[in-house]
């Protein structure tokens, strides 16, 4: 049975990197070692989404340093 472990900052930069050279999320998955959803969640985590002028919300991308922000505001 594997160990859990958590991902780290430098878990979600590598995640970062590898999102924004088009890797998909199974494959960042498969290459850090975590499950699947957990990348998911991660990533969902970490968006950053942009206010348009028209009351409207585009998608954004990415970032590890949200994620790592909000991952330590959850703890406390």
Known sequence: ???????????RYQIQKYL???KTKNWISDRLGFHRSSIYREIMRGIVTTSLPSNTTRKGHYSALKANRDRLMSLS
Request: aromatic share 8%; charged share 50%.
């Open 1 to 11: 049975m594997e160990k859990y472990r958590r991902i780290t900052r430098k878990d």
């Open 20 to 22: 924004a050279a088009g």
